[in-house]
Protein backbone atom coordinates (compact mmCIF):
# COMPACT_ATOMS: atom_id res chain seq x y z
CA UNK A 1 0.00 0.00 0.00
CA UNK A 2 3.10 2.07 0.68
CA UNK A 3 3.62 2.43 -2.77
CA UNK A 4 0.31 3.64 -3.89
CA UNK A 5 -0.75 2.56 -7.50
CA UNK A 6 -3.69 4.12 -8.14
CA UNK A 7 -6.66 2.27 -9.63
CA UNK A 8 -6.82 3.10 -13.54
CA UNK A 9 -10.92 3.75 -13.70
CA UNK A 10 -12.41 2.92 -17.07
CA UNK A 11 -14.95 6.07 -17.29
CA UNK A 12 -12.97 9.37 -17.63
CA UNK A 13 -12.07 10.43 -13.77
CA UNK A 14 -13.30 13.70 -12.42
CA UNK A 15 -9.32 14.49 -12.07
CA UNK A 16 -6.39 13.15 -13.60
CA UNK A 17 -3.00 14.14 -13.16
CA UNK A 18 -0.06 12.32 -14.54
CA UNK A 19 3.73 12.84 -13.67
CA UNK A 20 2.39 16.26 -12.42
CA UNK A 21 5.82 18.29 -10.82
CA UNK A 22 6.52 22.02 -10.47
CA UNK A 23 9.53 23.81 -9.27
CA UNK A 24 10.25 26.93 -7.99
CA UNK A 25 13.98 27.74 -8.91
CA UNK A 26 16.06 25.23 -7.14
CA UNK A 27 12.88 24.00 -4.96
CA UNK A 28 11.02 21.11 -5.78
CA UNK A 29 7.68 21.77 -4.41
CA UNK A 30 5.67 18.36 -6.46
CA UNK A 31 7.04 15.82 -7.68
CA UNK A 32 5.94 13.30 -10.27
CA UNK A 33 2.17 13.04 -8.78
CA UNK A 34 -0.17 11.21 -10.45
CA UNK A 35 -3.79 11.17 -9.12
CA UNK A 36 -7.07 10.04 -10.14
CA UNK A 37 -10.17 11.72 -8.69
CA UNK A 38 -13.34 9.96 -9.93
CA UNK A 39 -16.38 11.40 -10.73
CA UNK A 40 -18.13 12.28 -6.86
CA UNK A 41 -15.49 11.04 -4.82
CA UNK A 42 -15.01 13.12 -1.39
CA UNK A 43 -11.12 12.90 -1.41
CA UNK A 44 -8.82 14.06 1.14
CA UNK A 45 -5.49 15.36 0.74
CA UNK A 46 -3.36 15.16 3.81
CA UNK A 47 0.10 15.85 4.76
CA UNK A 48 2.74 17.72 6.86
CA UNK A 49 3.40 21.51 6.51
CA UNK A 50 5.87 21.84 3.15
CA UNK A 51 4.50 19.11 1.42
CA UNK A 52 3.36 20.66 -1.39
CA UNK A 53 -0.33 20.25 -1.13
CA UNK A 54 -1.27 23.62 -1.54
CA UNK A 55 1.04 23.95 -4.64
CA UNK A 56 -0.87 20.61 -5.89
CA UNK A 57 -4.07 22.51 -5.86
CA UNK A 58 -2.98 25.75 -7.52
CA UNK A 59 -1.77 23.29 -10.20
CA UNK A 60 -4.71 21.55 -10.60
CA UNK A 61 -6.61 24.71 -10.07
CA UNK A 62 -4.65 26.57 -12.57
CA UNK A 63 -2.98 29.58 -10.37
CA UNK A 64 0.33 27.85 -11.41
CA UNK A 65 1.59 26.07 -14.18
CA UNK A 66 3.14 22.99 -14.55
CA UNK A 67 6.44 22.21 -14.35
CA UNK A 68 6.42 19.11 -15.99
CA UNK A 69 3.41 16.53 -16.32
CA UNK A 70 -0.46 16.99 -17.67
CA UNK A 71 -3.56 17.55 -15.82
CA UNK A 72 -6.77 16.26 -17.02
CA UNK A 73 -9.95 17.96 -15.83
CA UNK A 74 -13.82 16.05 -16.60
CA UNK A 75 -11.64 14.15 -19.37
CA UNK A 76 -10.44 16.89 -20.95
CA UNK A 77 -6.53 18.06 -21.26
CA UNK A 78 -6.25 21.35 -19.14
CA UNK A 79 -2.94 21.82 -18.55
CA UNK A 80 -2.19 24.88 -20.24
CA UNK A 81 -5.89 26.16 -19.80
CA UNK A 82 -5.84 29.74 -17.84
CA UNK A 83 -7.30 29.06 -14.54
CA UNK A 84 -10.57 31.30 -15.26
CA UNK A 85 -11.18 28.80 -18.25
CA UNK A 86 -11.24 26.08 -15.41
CA UNK A 87 -13.84 28.20 -13.40
CA UNK A 88 -16.08 28.22 -15.84
CA UNK A 89 -15.57 24.08 -16.70
CA UNK A 90 -16.31 23.61 -13.54
CA UNK A 91 -13.86 23.77 -10.78
CA UNK A 92 -14.38 25.69 -7.61
CA UNK A 93 -12.03 26.48 -5.02
CA UNK A 94 -11.32 27.86 -1.85
CA UNK A 95 -8.01 29.47 -0.62
CA UNK A 96 -5.89 28.77 2.44
CA UNK A 97 -4.78 32.41 3.20
CA UNK A 98 -8.15 33.78 2.59
CA UNK A 99 -8.22 35.98 -0.43
CA UNK A 100 -11.61 37.21 0.50
CA UNK A 101 -13.16 40.09 -1.54
CA UNK A 102 -12.79 42.50 1.16
CA UNK A 103 -14.94 45.81 0.30
CA UNK A 104 -17.69 43.96 -1.19
CA UNK A 105 -20.68 42.84 1.13
CA UNK A 106 -20.64 38.99 1.67
CA UNK A 107 -24.41 38.70 -0.94
CA UNK A 108 -22.14 40.42 -3.74
CA UNK A 109 -18.95 38.38 -2.91
CA UNK A 110 -21.09 35.34 -3.35
CA UNK A 111 -23.49 36.55 -6.09
CA UNK A 112 -19.75 37.11 -8.05
CA UNK A 113 -19.40 33.80 -7.45
CA UNK A 114 -22.47 32.79 -9.61
CA UNK A 115 -21.83 35.17 -12.17
CA UNK A 116 -18.30 34.15 -12.58
CA UNK A 117 -19.16 30.82 -14.49
CA UNK A 118 -22.10 32.32 -15.93
CA UNK A 119 -22.45 35.16 -18.70
CA UNK A 120 -22.58 38.65 -18.45
CA UNK A 121 -19.74 39.71 -16.56
CA UNK A 122 -19.54 42.79 -18.34
CA UNK A 123 -22.94 43.79 -18.30
CA UNK A 124 -23.14 47.59 -17.84
CA UNK A 125 -26.92 47.50 -16.88
CA UNK A 126 -28.78 45.72 -13.70
CA UNK A 127 -31.49 43.55 -15.07
CA UNK A 128 -34.04 43.30 -12.24
CA UNK A 129 -35.02 39.86 -12.64
CA UNK A 130 -31.97 38.43 -14.03
CA UNK A 131 -30.10 39.63 -10.95
CA UNK A 132 -33.22 38.88 -8.33
CA UNK A 133 -32.59 35.12 -9.86
CA UNK A 134 -29.07 35.30 -8.95
CA UNK A 135 -29.16 37.08 -5.57
CA UNK A 136 -31.59 34.39 -4.70
CA UNK A 137 -28.93 31.49 -5.16
CA UNK A 138 -26.56 33.67 -3.48
CA UNK A 139 -28.84 34.26 -0.70
CA UNK A 140 -29.33 30.32 -0.69
CA UNK A 141 -25.61 29.41 -0.68
CA UNK A 142 -24.88 31.36 2.00
CA UNK A 143 -27.56 29.81 4.04
CA UNK A 144 -26.06 26.65 3.21
CA UNK A 145 -22.77 28.10 4.94
CA UNK A 146 -24.75 29.35 7.59
CA UNK A 147 -23.98 33.01 6.71
CA UNK A 148 -26.95 34.43 5.65
CA UNK A 149 -27.41 36.37 9.28
CA UNK A 150 -24.17 38.67 7.69
CA UNK A 151 -25.40 38.91 4.04
CA UNK A 152 -25.28 43.21 3.91
CA UNK A 153 -22.34 43.12 6.16
CA UNK A 154 -18.57 44.11 4.60
CA UNK A 155 -16.43 40.91 4.34
CA UNK A 156 -14.05 43.34 5.61
CA UNK A 157 -15.83 43.34 8.75
CA UNK A 158 -15.88 39.59 9.55
CA UNK A 159 -13.98 37.34 11.32
CA UNK A 160 -11.32 34.44 10.27
CA UNK A 161 -14.04 32.12 10.36
CA UNK A 162 -16.53 33.48 8.99
CA UNK A 163 -14.06 34.43 6.35
CA UNK A 164 -14.46 30.60 6.15
CA UNK A 165 -18.23 30.31 5.63
CA UNK A 166 -18.02 33.01 3.30
CA UNK A 167 -15.41 31.19 1.12
CA UNK A 168 -17.46 27.92 1.43
CA UNK A 169 -20.86 29.75 0.20
CA UNK A 170 -18.95 30.94 -2.62
CA UNK A 171 -17.67 28.08 -3.80
CA UNK A 172 -20.80 26.49 -3.56
CA UNK A 173 -22.97 29.11 -5.20
CA UNK A 174 -21.15 28.41 -8.68
CA UNK A 175 -22.75 24.80 -8.63
CA UNK A 176 -18.86 23.21 -9.26
CA UNK A 177 -18.59 19.82 -10.49
CA UNK A 178 -15.42 19.49 -8.97
CA UNK A 179 -14.83 21.47 -5.39
CA UNK A 180 -11.97 21.96 -3.86
CA UNK A 181 -10.97 23.17 -0.43
CA UNK A 182 -8.08 24.55 1.21
CA UNK A 183 -7.76 23.65 5.07
CA UNK A 184 -11.67 25.01 5.28
CA UNK A 185 -11.38 24.21 8.67
CA UNK A 186 -8.65 25.85 10.04
CA UNK A 187 -9.12 28.70 12.45
CA UNK A 188 -12.73 27.68 13.23
CA UNK A 189 -14.10 27.28 16.72
CA UNK A 190 -15.55 23.54 17.37
CA UNK A 191 -19.06 24.58 16.79
CA UNK A 192 -17.85 25.93 13.44
CA UNK A 193 -16.28 22.63 12.75
CA UNK A 194 -19.05 20.33 13.27
CA UNK A 195 -21.29 23.13 11.12
CA UNK A 196 -18.68 22.49 8.28
CA UNK A 197 -18.57 18.97 9.02
CA UNK A 198 -22.17 18.48 8.37
CA UNK A 199 -22.10 20.49 5.20
CA UNK A 200 -19.57 18.63 3.69
CA UNK A 201 -20.98 15.05 4.93
CA UNK A 202 -24.64 16.79 3.44
CA UNK A 203 -22.64 18.09 -0.26
CA UNK A 204 -24.99 16.48 -3.13
CA UNK A 205 -23.29 13.51 -4.27
CA UNK A 206 -22.57 14.77 -7.43
CA UNK A 207 -19.89 17.41 -6.73
CA UNK A 208 -16.31 15.74 -6.32
CA UNK A 209 -14.94 17.26 -3.23
CA UNK A 210 -11.08 17.39 -2.98
CA UNK A 211 -10.23 18.76 0.37
CA UNK A 212 -7.08 19.18 2.58
CA UNK A 213 -7.47 19.64 5.73
CA UNK A 214 -4.90 19.13 8.78
CA UNK A 215 -8.20 18.58 11.11
CA UNK A 216 -7.41 14.70 10.66
CA UNK A 217 -11.01 13.94 12.52
CA UNK A 218 -12.76 16.20 10.02
CA UNK A 219 -10.42 15.00 6.99
CA UNK A 220 -11.52 11.35 7.77
CA UNK A 221 -14.71 11.41 8.41
CA UNK A 222 -15.76 13.67 5.32
CA UNK A 223 -13.51 11.62 3.01
CA UNK A 224 -13.91 8.08 1.37
CA UNK A 225 -10.31 7.80 0.29
CA UNK A 226 -7.06 9.79 1.61
CA UNK A 227 -4.05 10.82 0.03
CA UNK A 228 -1.22 11.45 2.43
CA UNK A 229 1.61 13.91 1.03
CA UNK A 230 5.23 14.23 1.91
CA UNK A 231 8.42 16.21 0.70
CA UNK A 232 6.08 17.27 -2.68
CA UNK A 233 5.21 13.27 -3.26
CA UNK A 234 2.20 10.77 -2.83
CA UNK A 235 3.73 8.54 -0.10
CA UNK A 236 0.52 6.56 0.85
CA UNK A 237 -3.09 6.24 -0.60
CA UNK A 238 -6.14 4.16 1.07
CA UNK A 239 -8.89 4.31 2.67
CA UNK A 240 -9.55 6.37 5.68
CA UNK A 241 -9.01 3.04 7.88
CA UNK A 242 -6.12 2.25 5.90
CA UNK A 243 -4.60 5.73 6.75
CA UNK A 244 -5.86 5.25 10.53
CA UNK A 245 -3.66 2.70 11.19
CA UNK A 246 -0.79 3.14 8.68
CA UNK A 247 2.62 3.63 10.65
CA UNK A 248 4.06 5.87 8.29
CA UNK A 249 1.06 8.52 8.61
CA UNK A 250 1.52 8.60 12.41
CA UNK A 251 5.49 9.31 12.19
CA UNK A 252 4.51 12.05 9.34
CA UNK A 253 2.07 13.90 11.66
CA UNK A 254 3.17 12.81 15.37
CA UNK A 255 6.88 12.08 14.98
CA UNK A 256 8.62 13.88 12.28
CA UNK A 257 11.91 14.22 13.50
CA UNK A 258 11.36 10.11 14.41
CA UNK A 259 10.94 9.78 10.79
CA UNK A 260 13.45 12.04 9.40
CA UNK A 261 16.24 10.25 11.71
CA UNK A 262 14.80 6.75 10.00
CA UNK A 263 15.48 8.33 6.60
CA UNK B 1 -29.74 45.38 9.68
CA UNK B 2 -32.60 44.72 6.96
CA UNK B 3 -31.24 45.91 3.78
CA UNK B 4 -34.37 48.32 3.48
CA UNK B 5 -33.95 50.03 5.87
CA UNK B 6 -32.32 53.33 5.20
CA UNK B 7 -29.22 53.63 6.33
CA UNK B 8 -29.31 57.23 9.12
CA UNK B 9 -25.48 57.70 7.09
CA UNK B 10 -27.17 57.81 3.61
CA UNK B 11 -30.07 59.80 4.69
CA UNK B 12 -28.11 62.53 6.01
CA UNK B 13 -26.14 62.62 3.19
CA UNK B 14 -29.16 62.56 0.63
CA UNK B 15 -30.50 65.30 2.04
CA UNK B 16 -26.96 67.32 1.81
CA UNK B 17 -27.05 66.23 -1.14
CA UNK B 18 -30.02 67.27 -2.86
CA UNK B 19 -29.57 70.52 -1.04
CA UNK B 20 -26.48 71.41 -3.03
CA UNK B 21 -28.40 70.09 -5.92
CA UNK B 22 -30.92 72.66 -5.51
CA UNK B 23 -28.49 75.53 -4.38
CA UNK B 24 -26.76 74.96 -7.88
CA UNK B 25 -30.28 74.37 -9.99
CA UNK B 26 -31.15 78.01 -8.58
CA UNK B 27 -27.06 78.80 -10.32
CA UNK B 28 -27.68 82.88 -10.81
CA UNK B 29 -30.58 83.43 -8.35
CA UNK B 30 -28.38 82.19 -5.56
CA UNK B 31 -24.05 82.63 -6.95
CA UNK B 32 -23.08 86.04 -8.56
CA UNK B 33 -21.50 86.00 -12.14
CA UNK B 34 -18.24 85.53 -10.65
CA UNK B 35 -19.09 82.22 -8.87
CA UNK B 36 -21.09 80.79 -11.29
CA UNK B 37 -18.41 81.62 -14.25
CA UNK B 38 -14.96 81.25 -12.58
CA UNK B 39 -15.57 79.04 -8.90
CA UNK B 40 -18.27 76.70 -9.83
CA UNK B 41 -18.15 75.86 -13.66
CA UNK B 42 -14.67 75.07 -13.08
CA UNK B 43 -15.56 72.84 -9.96
CA UNK B 44 -17.92 70.89 -12.10
CA UNK B 45 -15.90 70.30 -14.94
CA UNK B 46 -12.12 69.43 -13.05
CA UNK B 47 -14.48 67.54 -11.10
CA UNK B 48 -16.37 65.23 -13.72
CA UNK B 49 -12.60 64.89 -14.78
CA UNK B 50 -11.59 63.95 -10.67
CA UNK B 51 -14.43 61.74 -11.07
CA UNK B 52 -12.70 59.61 -13.74
CA UNK B 53 -9.82 58.64 -11.68
CA UNK B 54 -11.52 58.72 -8.42
CA UNK B 55 -13.88 56.11 -10.60
CA UNK B 56 -10.63 53.95 -11.29
CA UNK B 57 -9.32 54.09 -7.73
CA UNK B 58 -12.71 53.41 -5.69
CA UNK B 59 -13.43 50.90 -7.97
CA UNK B 60 -11.13 49.46 -9.98
CA UNK B 61 -7.62 49.57 -7.36
CA UNK B 62 -6.26 51.87 -10.34
CA UNK B 63 -4.35 55.13 -9.73
CA UNK B 64 -4.80 56.83 -13.32
CA UNK B 65 -2.30 59.80 -14.28
CA UNK B 66 -3.45 59.99 -17.34
CA UNK B 67 -6.84 61.33 -16.88
CA UNK B 68 -5.78 65.51 -17.37
CA UNK B 69 -3.68 64.52 -20.67
CA UNK B 70 -7.53 62.10 -21.95
CA UNK B 71 -8.82 65.49 -21.36
CA UNK B 72 -6.72 67.42 -22.90
CA UNK B 73 -6.50 65.18 -26.12
CA UNK B 74 -9.88 65.26 -26.37
CA UNK B 75 -10.56 69.71 -25.75
CA UNK B 76 -6.98 69.54 -28.56
CA UNK B 77 -9.43 66.89 -30.59
CA UNK B 78 -11.96 69.43 -30.94
CA UNK B 79 -9.69 72.59 -30.99
CA UNK B 80 -8.01 71.12 -34.34
CA UNK B 81 -11.83 69.87 -36.10
CA UNK B 82 -13.54 72.97 -34.48
CA UNK B 83 -11.25 76.00 -35.50
CA UNK B 84 -11.02 77.69 -38.82
CA UNK B 85 -8.15 79.19 -40.66
CA UNK B 86 -8.87 83.01 -40.38
CA UNK B 87 -7.39 85.11 -43.54
CA UNK B 88 -4.10 86.83 -42.10
CA UNK B 89 -4.96 84.98 -38.75
CA UNK B 90 -2.35 82.71 -37.05
CA UNK B 91 -4.61 80.02 -35.81
CA UNK B 92 -2.92 76.75 -34.36
CA UNK B 93 -3.77 73.21 -35.38
CA UNK B 94 -5.27 71.45 -38.31
CA UNK B 95 -8.20 74.08 -38.33
CA UNK B 96 -10.40 71.98 -40.04
CA UNK B 97 -13.26 73.68 -39.70
CA UNK B 98 -15.90 70.67 -39.31
CA UNK B 99 -19.24 70.68 -38.07
CA UNK B 100 -19.40 71.16 -34.30
CA UNK B 101 -21.64 68.53 -33.46
CA UNK B 102 -19.55 65.96 -35.56
CA UNK B 103 -16.18 67.38 -34.09
CA UNK B 104 -18.24 67.24 -30.56
CA UNK B 105 -18.59 63.29 -31.28
CA UNK B 106 -15.31 62.41 -32.60
CA UNK B 107 -13.60 64.12 -29.95
CA UNK B 108 -15.17 62.11 -27.16
CA UNK B 109 -15.53 58.85 -29.76
CA UNK B 110 -11.90 59.23 -30.46
CA UNK B 111 -10.61 60.15 -26.59
CA UNK B 112 -12.45 57.18 -26.06
CA UNK B 113 -11.07 54.66 -28.23
CA UNK B 114 -7.41 56.16 -27.10
CA UNK B 115 -8.45 55.36 -23.16
CA UNK B 116 -9.31 51.51 -24.74
CA UNK B 117 -5.45 51.46 -26.27
CA UNK B 118 -4.03 52.76 -23.40
CA UNK B 119 -6.09 50.62 -21.27
CA UNK B 120 -5.54 47.78 -22.70
CA UNK B 121 -1.70 48.22 -22.56
CA UNK B 122 -1.59 49.22 -18.74
CA UNK B 123 -4.39 46.37 -17.72
CA UNK B 124 -2.04 43.89 -17.04
CA UNK B 125 0.03 46.36 -14.79
CA UNK B 126 -0.97 46.44 -11.22
CA UNK B 127 -0.01 49.50 -8.59
CA UNK B 128 3.40 51.65 -9.12
CA UNK B 129 3.75 50.12 -12.31
CA UNK B 130 0.32 51.08 -13.16
CA UNK B 131 1.06 54.19 -12.42
CA UNK B 132 3.99 54.89 -14.04
CA UNK B 133 2.68 53.31 -17.30
CA UNK B 134 -0.23 56.19 -16.89
CA UNK B 135 2.49 58.66 -16.31
CA UNK B 136 3.94 58.25 -19.52
CA UNK B 137 0.82 58.51 -21.32
CA UNK B 138 0.66 61.98 -19.78
CA UNK B 139 4.37 63.09 -20.92
CA UNK B 140 3.48 61.47 -24.43
CA UNK B 141 -0.27 63.59 -24.88
CA UNK B 142 1.96 66.67 -23.50
CA UNK B 143 5.04 66.61 -25.88
CA UNK B 144 2.98 65.14 -28.71
CA UNK B 145 0.91 68.25 -28.83
CA UNK B 146 3.34 70.41 -27.43
CA UNK B 147 5.99 69.69 -30.41
CA UNK B 148 4.07 68.60 -33.45
CA UNK B 149 3.40 72.09 -34.26
CA UNK B 150 0.58 70.09 -37.08
CA UNK B 151 -1.77 69.59 -34.12
CA UNK B 152 -1.06 72.89 -31.71
CA UNK B 153 2.38 73.64 -31.04
CA UNK B 154 3.93 75.76 -28.23
CA UNK B 155 1.25 78.02 -28.05
CA UNK B 156 -2.25 77.51 -27.86
CA UNK B 157 -5.31 76.48 -30.58
CA UNK B 158 -7.70 79.25 -29.61
CA UNK B 159 -11.18 80.81 -29.94
CA UNK B 160 -12.42 77.06 -29.93
CA UNK B 161 -15.44 78.20 -27.92
CA UNK B 162 -16.45 80.19 -31.18
CA UNK B 163 -17.28 76.97 -32.59
CA UNK B 164 -20.05 75.34 -30.49
CA UNK B 165 -23.36 72.79 -31.68
CA UNK B 166 -26.47 75.15 -32.50
CA UNK B 167 -28.30 73.13 -29.84
CA UNK B 168 -25.45 74.26 -27.46
CA UNK B 169 -25.74 77.68 -28.79
CA UNK B 170 -23.48 80.99 -27.59
CA UNK B 171 -21.41 80.32 -24.63
CA UNK B 172 -19.10 83.25 -24.60
CA UNK B 173 -21.88 86.02 -23.87
CA UNK B 174 -24.11 83.31 -22.10
CA UNK B 175 -21.71 81.82 -19.65
CA UNK B 176 -25.06 80.82 -17.43
CA UNK B 177 -25.45 78.65 -20.17
CA UNK B 178 -22.21 76.88 -20.25
CA UNK B 179 -22.54 76.48 -16.18
CA UNK B 180 -25.95 74.23 -16.43
CA UNK B 181 -24.41 72.11 -19.13
CA UNK B 182 -21.34 71.58 -17.15
CA UNK B 183 -23.98 71.17 -13.41
CA UNK B 184 -26.03 68.77 -16.07
CA UNK B 185 -22.89 66.92 -17.63
CA UNK B 186 -21.56 66.37 -13.72
CA UNK B 187 -25.05 64.78 -12.38
CA UNK B 188 -25.22 62.60 -15.12
CA UNK B 189 -21.43 61.46 -15.01
CA UNK B 190 -22.09 60.93 -11.32
CA UNK B 191 -26.01 59.21 -11.38
CA UNK B 192 -24.34 56.68 -14.10
CA UNK B 193 -20.96 56.12 -12.18
CA UNK B 194 -22.86 55.04 -9.36
CA UNK B 195 -25.40 53.16 -11.35
CA UNK B 196 -22.17 51.55 -12.67
CA UNK B 197 -21.02 50.32 -9.69
CA UNK B 198 -24.30 48.01 -8.53
CA UNK B 199 -24.20 46.70 -12.09
CA UNK B 200 -22.47 43.44 -12.75
CA UNK B 201 -19.08 45.04 -14.64
CA UNK B 202 -18.92 47.38 -11.77
CA UNK B 203 -19.28 44.78 -8.94
CA UNK B 204 -16.95 42.55 -10.80
CA UNK B 205 -14.11 45.63 -10.78
CA UNK B 206 -14.63 46.04 -7.10
CA UNK B 207 -13.83 42.19 -6.54
CA UNK B 208 -10.74 42.52 -8.88
CA UNK B 209 -10.13 46.01 -7.17
CA UNK B 210 -9.99 43.93 -4.02
CA UNK B 211 -8.41 40.44 -5.34
CA UNK B 212 -7.51 40.59 -8.89
CA UNK B 213 -6.22 36.18 -8.31
CA UNK B 214 -9.18 35.40 -6.69
CA UNK B 215 -11.55 36.62 -9.43
CA UNK B 216 -9.93 34.55 -12.18
CA UNK B 217 -10.13 31.97 -10.06
CA UNK B 218 -13.75 32.93 -10.13
CA UNK B 219 -13.67 32.59 -13.84
CA UNK B 220 -13.31 36.55 -14.82
CA UNK B 221 -10.60 38.30 -17.37
CA UNK B 222 -8.93 40.33 -15.41
CA UNK B 223 -7.29 42.76 -18.14
CA UNK B 224 -10.79 42.67 -20.01
CA UNK B 225 -12.23 44.21 -17.15
CA UNK B 226 -9.30 46.60 -16.35
CA UNK B 227 -9.59 47.75 -19.75
CA UNK B 228 -13.25 49.26 -20.44
CA UNK B 229 -12.95 50.84 -16.79
CA UNK B 230 -10.17 52.58 -18.60
CA UNK B 231 -12.21 53.27 -21.65
CA UNK B 232 -15.33 54.46 -19.26
CA UNK B 233 -12.80 56.92 -17.52
CA UNK B 234 -11.62 58.42 -20.51
CA UNK B 235 -14.83 58.78 -22.15
CA UNK B 236 -16.05 61.02 -18.76
CA UNK B 237 -12.39 62.73 -18.85
CA UNK B 238 -13.06 63.40 -22.39
CA UNK B 239 -16.47 65.20 -21.67
CA UNK B 240 -14.49 67.57 -19.00
CA UNK B 241 -12.00 67.96 -21.62
CA UNK B 242 -14.84 69.39 -24.25
CA UNK B 243 -16.17 71.66 -21.32
CA UNK B 244 -12.78 72.66 -20.51
CA UNK B 245 -12.19 74.16 -23.93
CA UNK B 246 -15.75 75.98 -24.06
CA UNK B 247 -15.02 77.42 -20.83
CA UNK B 248 -11.44 78.49 -22.08
CA UNK B 249 -11.69 79.10 -25.11
CA UNK B 250 -8.31 77.51 -26.00
CA UNK B 251 -6.09 74.43 -24.76
CA UNK B 252 -2.33 74.76 -24.47
CA UNK B 253 0.44 71.97 -23.63
CA UNK B 254 0.70 73.86 -19.99
CA UNK B 255 -3.14 72.45 -19.31
CA UNK B 256 -1.64 68.49 -19.57
CA UNK B 257 1.51 69.19 -18.38
CA UNK B 258 2.95 67.58 -15.57
CA UNK B 259 1.64 70.36 -13.04
CA UNK B 260 -1.84 70.34 -14.46
CA UNK B 261 -1.62 66.14 -14.05
CA UNK B 262 -0.68 66.90 -10.00
CA UNK B 263 -2.95 69.17 -9.45
CA UNK B 264 -5.93 66.39 -10.54
CA UNK B 265 -4.18 64.17 -8.60
CA UNK B 266 -4.63 66.83 -5.92
CA UNK B 267 -8.01 67.60 -6.04
CA UNK B 268 -8.96 63.96 -5.67
CA UNK B 269 -6.59 63.47 -2.55
CA UNK B 270 -7.93 66.64 -1.00
CA UNK B 271 -11.55 65.24 -1.57
CA UNK B 272 -11.33 61.76 -1.09
CA UNK B 273 -10.41 59.26 -3.23
CA UNK B 274 -12.68 56.24 -1.30
CA UNK B 275 -15.80 57.91 -2.89
CA UNK B 276 -17.06 59.42 -6.38
CA UNK B 277 -18.27 62.64 -4.30
CA UNK B 278 -15.01 63.53 -3.01
CA UNK B 279 -14.20 64.58 -6.56
CA UNK B 280 -16.42 67.40 -6.70
CA UNK B 281 -15.95 68.14 -3.29
CA UNK B 282 -12.39 68.23 -3.97
CA UNK B 283 -11.84 70.04 -7.04
CA UNK B 284 -14.53 72.81 -5.27
CA UNK B 285 -12.04 73.38 -2.28
CA UNK B 286 -8.85 73.59 -4.60
CA UNK B 287 -10.24 75.74 -7.15
CA UNK B 288 -11.96 77.64 -3.84
CA UNK B 289 -8.41 78.24 -2.48
CA UNK B 290 -6.91 78.95 -6.19
CA UNK B 291 -8.98 81.70 -6.15
CA UNK B 292 -9.15 83.41 -2.95
CA UNK B 293 -5.83 82.50 -1.27
CA UNK B 294 -3.52 83.77 -3.91
CA UNK B 295 -3.09 87.32 -2.38
CA UNK B 296 -2.46 85.99 1.12
CA UNK B 297 0.84 86.66 2.45
CA UNK B 298 2.05 83.91 4.83
CA UNK B 299 4.82 85.13 7.13
CA UNK B 300 8.90 84.10 5.83
CA UNK B 301 7.50 82.18 3.06
CA UNK B 302 5.25 85.07 1.30
CA UNK B 303 1.99 84.56 -1.02
CA UNK B 304 2.04 81.62 -2.71
CA UNK B 305 -0.96 79.29 -3.83
CA UNK B 306 1.12 76.34 -3.64
CA UNK B 307 2.85 77.03 -0.60
CA UNK B 308 -0.88 76.72 1.21
CA UNK B 309 -2.13 74.60 -1.22
CA UNK B 310 1.18 72.08 -0.26
CA UNK B 311 0.69 72.33 3.29
CA UNK B 312 -3.36 71.45 3.06
CA UNK B 313 -2.54 68.55 0.81
CA UNK B 314 -0.16 67.48 4.08
CA UNK B 315 -2.52 68.16 6.28
CA UNK B 316 -4.94 65.95 4.73
CA UNK B 317 -2.90 63.07 3.68
CA UNK B 318 -1.74 62.97 7.47
CA UNK B 319 -4.96 63.58 9.06
CA UNK B 320 -7.77 61.38 6.50
CA UNK B 321 -6.00 59.85 4.17
CA UNK B 322 -9.56 59.02 2.29
CA UNK B 323 -9.48 63.25 2.32
CA UNK B 324 -12.48 65.79 3.31
CA UNK B 325 -14.66 62.52 2.23
CA UNK B 326 -12.84 60.41 4.96
CA UNK B 327 -13.04 63.20 7.40
CA UNK B 328 -17.35 62.75 6.84
CA UNK B 329 -16.98 58.88 7.16
CA UNK B 330 -15.34 59.48 10.61
CA UNK B 331 -17.21 62.52 12.34
CA UNK B 332 -20.36 60.42 11.61
CA UNK B 333 -18.52 57.20 13.53
CA UNK B 334 -17.62 59.86 16.41
CA UNK B 335 -21.14 61.11 16.25
CA UNK B 336 -22.37 57.37 16.17
CA UNK B 337 -19.95 56.10 19.12
CA UNK B 338 -21.19 59.13 20.95
CA UNK B 339 -24.89 58.19 20.62
CA UNK B 340 -24.21 54.70 20.80
CA UNK B 341 -24.18 52.93 18.14
CA UNK B 342 -21.36 49.94 17.53
CA UNK B 343 -21.12 48.77 14.07
CA UNK B 344 -18.03 49.64 12.62
CA UNK B 345 -17.70 51.90 9.82
CA UNK B 346 -18.22 50.23 6.43
CA UNK B 347 -17.02 53.51 4.48
CA UNK B 348 -13.39 53.54 2.38
CA UNK B 349 -13.18 49.80 3.22
CA UNK B 350 -12.96 48.58 -0.07
CA UNK B 351 -10.74 51.45 -1.70
CA UNK B 352 -8.03 50.99 1.53
CA UNK B 353 -7.76 47.53 1.30
CA UNK B 354 -7.35 47.55 -2.16
CA UNK B 355 -4.61 44.85 -2.69
CA UNK B 356 -1.67 45.18 -5.25
CA UNK B 357 -1.97 40.85 -5.60
CA UNK B 358 0.81 40.40 -7.77
CA UNK B 359 0.44 36.77 -9.32
CA UNK B 360 3.30 35.27 -6.19
Known sequence: MTEAPTPVEHAAPTLRLRGVGRRFGGLVAVRDVDLDVAHGERRAILGPNGAGKTTLFNVIAGDLSVSTGTVELFGRDVTRMPARKRARLGLARTYQQSRMLLGLSVEDSIYLSILGVGDGHLRPVTLPRKDRELRERAREAARRAAIDHKLSELVGNLSHGEHRQVAVAMALASEPKLLMLDEPASGLSRGERQLLTDLLLGLDPEITLVVIEHDMDIALRVAERVTMMHDGRVVVEGTPEEIRANQLVHDLYLGRHHYAADE | MSSLALDPKVAV????????????????????????????????????AASSLVFLYAYGGMISLAQTALMGISAYLLGNMVTQRVPGGETKGLTLGWDPTLALVLAIVITTLIGLVFGAVASRSLGIYFLMLTLTYAVIANYFFGQVTQFGGFSPIAGINQYTPGFVGDLIDHPDKLYYIALGTALCVYVVTRYLARTPFGLSLQGIRDDPVRMTSLGYTVPLHRT?????????????????????????????????????????????????????????????????????????????????????????????????????????????????????????????????????
Open chain 2, 228 to 360: LAFGYAAFVASLAGILLVWWDGQIAPGNIGIGATIELLVMCVIGGLARIEGAWLGAFAFIVINNYVRDVELPVVGGSFNTIIGLIFLVIVLVSPDGLMGIWDRLWGAIRRGGGGGRPEPAAVGASTAREAGSS
Open chain 2, 13 to 48: ERVVGVGVLVLLAAGPAVFNDYWISTILTQTLFFGI
